[in-house]
């Protein structure tokens, strides 16, 4: 059981999604010794971080997401180089929604910013009572965004384990790792265990308000759009391929457990998504074709948690990615490599500190 021959650790990444990889891949890029401990046998697809695609966009509400926007495509290229594969498309991006509506003010303010104001409405969407921002700078990342990270990492020269839950974290210097297959010694520790952070830092006397809801994407039936359609996102001037399947997603969904997460009592929300196609995309079928479930971890102000466990310093912690966290993972994961080994950020992480959280840090049990 126990990994006697395991040598001592540079760093322990819990958590093989998007975020624990770039943390692991920035680590070992570094050339520090890096351990990447996922729970389930990758792929898998019951965290937060599977699926096609992922919008990428630098029109942020919030400036301390813009700021960092430009290097994060910078690495997102630098990804794409190495790993000789295109992940990012630029495809524009359609946002609709009720004009005087907070949210999508917001939008509309964060829209106009980078190059003018947004596009005015059609008047079919005008009589929906909808309106229409296209956004500048706005793509897709695909999926294999996440396995080519794990896979610099492993070029790099970092280890991987998958299938390998966590269940302990003994913390010190250096700290232990236990799991179902050996104990691990590592002198620092990135915890990104997304939804199942909460259940992992609460025996380190860390209570996280984060919630973790079910979220649900559908594909359109039938493949392509029947006709042209408002929700159809293609390269300007072109058709969208036959093969196309339009996803359309839910991002407010029901509080779920994560290890129950495909419970039918989750369904409900899908008849959300059904009623928002028939009434807002009537040239899409409404009944899915394709159902995906996926989870989100959010924190109360939709901020991300960045910060150093505020009684072990060497613990560091990202988390509460609040459905908006794919876009700038290669930056995170700097943000954390960066952090776990005592250096001063690149960005401020003022606004993700766990002592916004009055209450976080409690006597451990
Ligand atoms: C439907 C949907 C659409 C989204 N759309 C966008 C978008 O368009 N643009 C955008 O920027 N963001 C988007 N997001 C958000 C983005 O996908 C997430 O912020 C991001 O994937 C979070 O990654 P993560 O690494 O924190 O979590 P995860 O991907 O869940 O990774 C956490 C990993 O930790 C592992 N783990 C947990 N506990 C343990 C343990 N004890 N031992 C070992 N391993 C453990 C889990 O198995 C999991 O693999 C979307 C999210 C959803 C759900």
């Not at 995309?281 to 901020?303: G, I, Q, V």
Request: charged content about 20%; aromatic content about 8%; overall charge positive.
């Amino acid at each position: 059981m126990a990994a006697a021959d395991e040598p001592c650790y540079d760093a322990i990444v819990i958590g093989a999604g998007i975020q624990g990889s770039f943390a692991a891949y920035h680590l070992a890029e570094r050339g520090r010794a890096t351990l990447l401990l996922e729970q389930f046998p990758l792929p898998h697809s019951r965290g937060s971080s599977h699926g096609q695609s992922r919008i990428i966009r630098s029109a942020h509400v919030q400036q301390h997401y813009a700021r960092m926007m430009p290097e994060s495509y910078r690495l997102w290229q630098r990804l794409e180089a190495r790993a000789g594969t295109r992940l990012y498309r630029q495809t524009g991006l359609l946002v609709l929604g009720a004009p005087g509506e907070r949210r999508f003010e917001q939008w509309r303010r964060a829209a106009a910013r980078p190059r003018g104001p947004p596009a005015a409405p059609s008047p079919q969407m005008a009589a929906r009572k909808l309106l229409v921002l296209f956004g500048s700078q706005t793509g897709t990342a695909q999926d294999a965004a996440e396995r080519i990270g794990r896979e610099q990492f492993l070029r790099s020269g970092g280890v991987l384990r998958d299938g390998e839950k966590v269940l302990a974290v003994e913390p010190g210097c250096p700290l232990v790792v236990s799991t179902a297959g050996g104990r691990y010694r590592a002198r620092r520790l990135v915890v990104a265990a997304g939804a199942w952070s909460r259940e992992l830092l609460e025996p380190l006397g860390l209570w996280l308000p984060l919630q973790v809801t079910g979220g649900w994407g559908q594909g359109g039936a039938g493949g392509a759009p029947s006709g042209p359609s408002p929700g159809a996102l293609g390269e300007p001037g072109r058709p969208p391929p036959t093969s196309c399947t339009p996803q359309v997603c839910y991002h407010h969904g029901s509080p779920v457990d994560p290890d129950q997460r495909d419970l039918p009592d989750s369904r409900p929300d899908v008849s959300v998504l059904r009623s928002f196609v028939r009434r807002f995309l009537p040239a899409l079928e409404p009944e899915p074709a394709l159902l995906e479930s996926c989870l989100y971890t959010n924190t109360p102000d939709e901020d991300f948690i960045l910060d150093r466990h505020p009684k072990h310093s060497n613990i560091v912690i990202g988390a509460g990615f609040s459905g908006h966290g794919f876009k700038l993972a290669p930056v995170v994961g700097k943000l954390l490599c960066e952090l776990s080994l005592g250096e001063e950020p690149s960005y401020s992480t003022e606004p993700f500190r766990i002592g916004r959280f009055p209450g976080a840090l409690r006597a451990a049990l």
